[in-house]
């Protein structure tokens, strides 16, 4: 998933458990799971402070990959840019550090 457009139509199938496609759900669980990990809420260009706080306990990746749908959705001009960019920015919304 390179892309926005890429990651909605992968991540789409996620909403109906994968029955549709399973692979395509999979594969956008597995790479926000990674995605998710790699940051490890603390990717920022500030070093003391995170782009985003996802929670420590009670967050899901399920959870994660429909923020990161219904940030695509809402941002349909933004799905040529990067989707790790993308899920970054969808995360930073949702889950702002305080």
């Not at 809420?41 to 967050?59: L, N, R, V």
Request: charged residues 15%; aromatic residues 10%; contains cysteine.
């Amino acid at each position: 998933m390179q892309w926005g457009r890429d990651a909605l139509a992968t991540c789409a199938h996620t909403e109906d458990g994968g029955r549709r496609n399973s692979t395509a759900a999979l594969t956008c669980l597995g790479w926000i799971n990674g995605a998710t990990q790699a940051a490890g809420g603390t990717i920022s260009t500030e070093p003391e402070k995170p782009d985003y706080c996802t929670p420590g306990f009670g967050g899901s990746i399920g959870q994660y990959a429909a923020v990161f749908l219904k940030f695509l959705r809402d941002n349909p001009a933004k799905r040529h840019l990067p989707a790790i960019y993308l899920y970054h920015q969808a995360m930073a919304e949702a889950f702002p550090c305080r």
